[in-house]
């Protein structure tokens, strides 16, 4: 091997290891969520069973999102077990009448369109479909934005490289797009931008 071909190929590795490795650390800010919530414990404690008890489509159609702490109160005025994490639900939210500033990791940019009930209600999608078993979680994950376009990351999804990606993994306008296409909808950008 010649000299040269050493030096292109060390180069090269170097900098497959700063695109694949390095650059992802250094595109993304990573922020804690401000409570360590599971769903894991709600489905078996709690009694609440039903996704829409708390994430509910309302009357009007409109998407209930992440559920006010006045939902939260009705079980947890009081603790109700030894866990640090509803010490500080009671002690620094309940109590103090504080909102919880909950980061959503699905957030899309401010000028996309997207309405749950014509997802959810109309086309009968269940939440896996776009959101994987995090329904089901049992710690809540870091939540990531892209330092460029201040985008959370579950936009683009985990995989830089998009290469075996599972449906729910990610939501760019590609995703939206062909999810669309396998389901015949056609619509113009407004449908989606406002
Ligand atoms: C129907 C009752 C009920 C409601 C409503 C409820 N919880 Fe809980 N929650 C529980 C029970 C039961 C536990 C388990 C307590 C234990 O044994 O430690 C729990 C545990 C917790 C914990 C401890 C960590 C964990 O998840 O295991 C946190 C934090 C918490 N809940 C936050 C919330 C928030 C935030 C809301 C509102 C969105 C909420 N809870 C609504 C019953 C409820
Ligand atoms: C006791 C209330 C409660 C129930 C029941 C509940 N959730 Fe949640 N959910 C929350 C809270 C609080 C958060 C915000 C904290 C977090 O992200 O884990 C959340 C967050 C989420 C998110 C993250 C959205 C985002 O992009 O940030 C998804 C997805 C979700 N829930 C789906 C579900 C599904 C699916 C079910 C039913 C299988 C369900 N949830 C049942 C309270 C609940
Ligand atoms: C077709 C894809 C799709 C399906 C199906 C879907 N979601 Fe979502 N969800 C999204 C998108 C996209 C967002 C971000 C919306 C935005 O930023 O305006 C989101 C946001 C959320 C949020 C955060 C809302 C907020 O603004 O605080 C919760 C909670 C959530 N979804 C729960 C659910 C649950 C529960 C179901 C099933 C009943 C469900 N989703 C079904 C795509 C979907
Ligand atoms: C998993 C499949 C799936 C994904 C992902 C998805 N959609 Fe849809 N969407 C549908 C289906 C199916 C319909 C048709 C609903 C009906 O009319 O029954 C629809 C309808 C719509 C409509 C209404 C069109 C009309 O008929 O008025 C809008 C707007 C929309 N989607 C926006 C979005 C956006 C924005 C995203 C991405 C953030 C998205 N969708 C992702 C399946 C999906
Ligand atoms: C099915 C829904 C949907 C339709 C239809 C749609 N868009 Fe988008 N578009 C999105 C979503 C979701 C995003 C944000 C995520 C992303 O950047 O991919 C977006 C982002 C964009 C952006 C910003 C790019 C960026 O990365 O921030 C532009 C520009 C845009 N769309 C233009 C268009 C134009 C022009 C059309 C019509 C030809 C169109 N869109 C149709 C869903 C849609």
Request: hydrophobic letters at 25%.
């Given at each position: 091997m010649s000299r040269n071909t050493l030096v292109f190929g060390l180069g090269l590795a170097v900098a497959l290891v700063a695109g694949w490795v390095a650059f992802p650390r250094a595109l993304y800010v990573q922020r804690q969520q401000p409570l360590e919530f599971r769903h894991k414990t709600h489905a078996e404690?709690?009694?609440?069973?039903?996704?829409s008890e708390c994430h509910a489509v309302r009357e009007d159609g409109v998407f209930a999102g992440i559920p006010a702490m006045e939902k939260c109160a009705g079980c947890h005025s009081e603790r109700i077990g030894e866990s640090k994490a509803e010490a500080t639900l009671v002690d620094n939210f309940i109590k103090p009448g504080h909102e919880t500033p909950w980061l959503v990791y699905a957030r899309q940019p401010a000028n996309v369109w997207f309405s749950h009930a014509i997802h959810?209600?109309?086309?009968?999608?269940?939440?896996?479909?776009?959101?994987?078993?995090?329904?089901?979680?049992?710690q809540v994950r870091l939540y990531q934005v892209n330092?460029?376009?201040?985008?959370?990351?579950d936009i683009w999804?985990?995989?830089?490289?998009?290469?075996?990606?599972?449906?729910?993994e990610g939501m760019k306008m590609s995703d939206c797009e062909d999810c669309h296409r396998r389901h015949n909808v056609e619509m113009g950008c407004l449908g989606c931008h406002e």
């Open positions: 404690k709690s009694g609440v069973a039903e996704c959810v209600k109309r086309a009968g999608l269940a939440c896996t479909e776009c959101h994987s078993t995090y329904g089901e979680s049992d330092r460029i376009s201040g985008y959370s990351r999804g985990h995989s830089i490289s998009r290469l075996r990606r599972a449906a729910h």
